[in-house]
């Protein structure tokens, strides 16, 4: 017919995302804080990688930080304070076709949270988990956590904080069946971007810790840092997170660390100079996953499935 193709109209177009296929509602974060850089590379990482918004499920606890699965358009569930963890994992047992964020806080995750984190990361299930670490709870107006600093001021020590602070890398670093352990910086987004981009890529629990500005109850204590490169410190290797070479340029402080070495991640986790070490402190590709059990029989018909569960109440007839 005068040249046309007659099925031309038929043809499947490659599907494109883009970055406003990410973006959900408008963030009501402050002005200057750090949420706002980690949302963006997480919509950016999203858009580049090309993730359907529809396979995608961003689960947080209670929080400012919290909030994020709000500002996403991908699938999202803002639940319990301290419970972000055991839902991902519980998505994760029945869905290996999804990719699983979780945001949490350093209330969220280090205080409330804590069995969860423990156990999740020894359980070692493929989601991703971001704690947005501002060394404080500031949705509810400037409490101590288990991170705030000695000496730092806050609501519930309006004298200062005197007891000593939790390493929230050093805890997971000691956990049996670690996988992923990283820590980075929300003022500097192309290592955020590379960390968050690793994590994703990397298959088991990847745990990355974002050393996160709050400009209302926190606004100093990272301060320093941002400013002066020295108080900070690079991790480079091939195997690490992949930095580009003009912006390792900008760190005075820069150590070769190889991240399957498991002691001296330790060693850097835990020096007390008042450095921040940013970078890959452990990687273990090869650890033991827990969904590779909790997937069994997902292809299974609903008979099938009626039938093992029979089976298996049968066992406990007395
Ligand atoms: C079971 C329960 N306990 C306490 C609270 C109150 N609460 C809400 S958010 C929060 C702390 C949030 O701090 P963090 O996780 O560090 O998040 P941020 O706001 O700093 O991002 C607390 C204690 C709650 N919502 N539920
Ligand atoms: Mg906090």
């Known amino acids: 017919m005068y040249g046309l193709k007659k099925d031309w109209a038929m043809e499947k177009r490659p599907r494109v995302c883009v970055l406003e296929d990410y973006v959900g509602r408008e963030a009501r974060w402050c002005p200057g804080c750090g949420d706002h850089a980690v949302l963006s590379s997480v919509q950016r990482l999203a858009r580049d ?8 499920v961003v689960v947080s606890g209670i929080g400012c930080s919290s ?7 991908t699938y999202g569930f803002h639940g319990l304070h301290g419970r972000a963890i055991p839902v991902a994992c519980g998505i994760r047992s029945r869905r290996p076709d999804l990719d699983i964020f979780v945001v949490t806080g350093d209330g969220d995750c ?7 984190w423990i156990h999740a990361i020894r359980y070692n299930m493929n989601i991703t988990v971001l704690l947005l670490d501002n060394n404080i709870y500031g949705l509810t107006k400037a409490q101590t956590s288990p991170t705030t600093k000695r000496t730092e ?5 309006p004298r200062g904080s005197f007891f000593v602070s939790l390493n929230p890398i050093s805890v997971t670093l000691g956990i049996d069946n670690a996988s992923f352990v990283a820590q980075t910086v929300d003022w500097n987004p192309p290592h955020l971007y590379e960390t968050i981009k690793a994590a994703h890529e990397h298959k088991g629990t990847s745990f990355v810790r974002i050393l996160q500005r709050c ?3 926190t606004s100093h204590i990272f301060a320093e840092a941002q400013r002066d490169s020295s108080l900070m410190l690079l991790m480079r290797h091939p195997e690490g997170i992949n930095v580009p070479d003009a912006v390792a340029k900008t760190f005075k402080n820069q150590v070769e660390h190889d991240p399957s070495n498991l002691n001296e991640g330790r060693e850097i986790a835990s020096q007390s100079n008042g450095v921040y070490p940013i970078g890959l402190f452990y990687k273990n590709p090869q650890a033991e996953r827990y969904d590779d059990f909790t ?3 997902l292809d299974m018909g609903p008979s099938a499935k009626i039938e093992a569960v029979n089976e298996a109440l049968d066992r406990f007839m007395v």
């Open 49 to 56: 990688l090309q993730l359907p918004p529809e396979k995608t």
């Open 153 to 157: 001021r806050s609501n519930t020590h």
């Open 110 to 116: 280090c205080a409330i949270g804590t069995a969860h």
């Open 67 to 73: 909030r994020f699965p709000h500002y996403m358009k």
């Open 215 to 217: 400009p209302h109850y």
């Open 295 to 297: 997937s069994y029989g």
